[in-house]
């Protein structure tokens, strides 16, 4: 079984606060991919990030970055010089190698940005 | 590009009561899937399909029907509605493939009194 772990519930900080959301994740595949969705105040979700297990290398987008390590199983994700527009529900998910493997959330961090 | 769609975005419902959530996309996806979101809960998947005729059970499937007659629409049925299933429902949709990312819809938001 697979299985994804968001230990933060509730993150605060003020604008311009770097913060980083973790995730750690448990598969037996060798072969998985790791996702990361926003879901902002108004409800949608919103595909940032999809990463192979074969790929360890970060990746930046702007102030958003990722960083990957299988040694740790986790998948964290920094917000840098944080706004009060990253204020949302930050999902982590894994979908593991086989034919029929499903997408598992992880409980999902709410992050609040204040001004 | 309409994208996923979902209909309609608000009910409420009594006991007992069945409806139909209705989904659909145009993006010629053969994967689509229905989760619910409860708080602190996260998303959990209820059924999937990889293609039209195809479904199978996701983590928590008990209380829902689904059926794939076409790629475009897959609507998710509550037979008997009961207050557990109170939720945010989200239909999402993506290509065939371990790395696809999902497309979600806007969510229903059902209430059962």
Not at chain 1, 5 to 30: F, G, H, M, N, P
Not at chain 2, 66 to 89: C, G, H, I, K, N
Request: proline fraction near 4%.
């Amino acid at each position: 079984a697979q299985k994804v772990t968001q230990a933060q519930t509730e993150i605060s900080v003020v604008e311009k606060e770097d913060v980083t959301l973790d995730c750690v994740y448990e598969t037996r595949d060798t072969t998985y991919y790791l996702f990361w969705y926003k879901q902002p105040p108004s409800g949608e979700l919103v595909f940032l990030i999809r990463r192979n297990s074969f790929d360890e290398q970060n990746e930046i987008s702007g102030r958003y970055s990722w960083n990957f390590q299988k040694s740790t199983s986790s998948f964290n994700f920094t917000i840098t010089a944080s706004q009060v527009v990253d204020s949302a529900v930050y999902f982590c998910a894994l979908k593991g190698g086989g034919a029929n493997s499903k997408l598992t959330f992880g409980k999902g961090i709410t992050l609040s940005v204040r001004p | 590009n309409a994208g996923v769609t979902q209909t309609p975005k608000f009910q409420v419902l009594k006991t007992g009561q069945s409806m139909t959530l209705q989904c659909a996309q145009d993006m010629n996806h053969e994967y689509m899937s229905w989760y619910r979101q409860d708080p602190g809960m996260g998303l959990r998947l209820i059924h999937y399909s990889v293609g039209a005729g195809i479904t199978d059970q996701g983590e928590v499937p008990n209380g829902y029907n689904v059926s794939r007659s076409t790629t475009e629409d897959f609507p998710l049925r509550l037979l008997s509605a009961a207050p557990s299933q109170t939720s945010v429902y989200f239909c999402a949709s993506s290509y065939i493939g371990i790395d696809q990312p999902q497309h979600f819809g806007d969510g229903t938001r059902l209430s059962i009194l």
